[in-house]
T-cell receptor, first 118, second 113 residues
Framework: AQKITQTQPGMFVQEKEAVTLDCTYDTSDPSYGLFWYKQPSSGEMIFLIYQGSYDQQNATEGRYSLNFQKARKSANLVISASQLGDSAMYFCAMREIHNAGNNRKLIWGLGTSLAVNP | DAGITQSPRYKITETGRQVTLMCHQTWSHSYMFWYRQDLGHGLRLIYYSAAADITDKGEVPDGYVVSRSKTENFPLTLESATRSQTSVYFC????????????FGPGTRLTVT
């Protein structure tokens, strides 16, 4: 079963508008972390934002915020005031703590391609 | 330069040849990872290492070998390359504290002909 689901293969947004990229996850581990990464066309993976399962508040990093709804097991990324440079693939990932044991691996979604239109 | 580097950035090789992809990090991070990225599969973990001389398999280890004699280096070897190993390979590192994010290298695009 897919543990990280990103249902939007592609998204379009107008420059300066906000956009939400969806991510749902599945885990029985009470302790986990959720991550969003950006991969521009140049190929590198850039860490954007992190949310811990016990964090009471939604994470924010500049124009990025994470809409964390634990009961619904969703961790959507919100990008405010989109810029042309935001055009990229966006990946949601999860790390389980107890289930994974010593394996600190990230479990990845398949990504959402975001295109920002001028 | 500080950070995590991979070499080569691009490699074309023939089926059956041995290929080694290099990964070097300057942060002294305990954990290092090798992922492959393929369309339709996202990123999949090949091997990881919790410290020097400690390595373990990930989701797709078959056909790959790793070693970690020094903390800063984590080479990935394809013992006998196959076309199915054509992919983009990413090395990543992470501090030992469990909540820290992984930092990625720039990737190596490998084509097996």
């Amino acid at each position: 079963a897919q543990k990280i689901t990103q249902t939007q293969p592609g998204m379009f947004v107008q420059e300066k508008e906000a956009v939400t990229l969806d991510c749902t996850y599945d885990t029985s581990d009470p302790s986990y972390g959720l991550f969003w990464y950006k991969q521009p066309s140049s190929g590198e993976m850039i860490f954007l934002i992190y949310q811990g399962s016990y964090d009471q508040q939604n994470a924010t990093e500049g124009r990025y915020s994470l809409n964390f709804q634990k009961a619904r097991k969703s961790a959507n990324l919100v990008i405010s005031a989109s810029q042309l440079g935001d055009s990229a693939m966006y990946f949601c990932a999860m790390r389980e703590i107890h289930n994974a044991g010593n394996n600190r691996k990230l479990i990845w979604g398949l990504g959402t391609s975001l295109a920002v239109n001028p | 330069d500080a950070g995590i580097t991979q070499s080569p950035r691009y490699k074309i090789t023939e089926t059956g040849r041995q290929v080694t992809l290099m990964c070097h990090q300057t942060w002294s991070h305990s954990y290092m990872f090798w992922y492959r990225q393929d369309l339709g599969h996202g990123l999949r973990l090949i091997y990881y290492s919790a410290a020097a001389d400690i390595t373990d398999k990930g989701e797709v280890p078959d056909g790959y070998v790793v070693s970690r004699s020094k903390t800063e280096n984590f080479p990935l070897t394809l013992e006998s390359a196959t076309r199915s190993q054509t992919s983009v390979y990413f090395c990543a590192s992470s501090e030992s504290t469990q909540w820290y994010e992984q930092y990625f290298g720039p990737g190596t695009r490998l084509t097996v002909t």
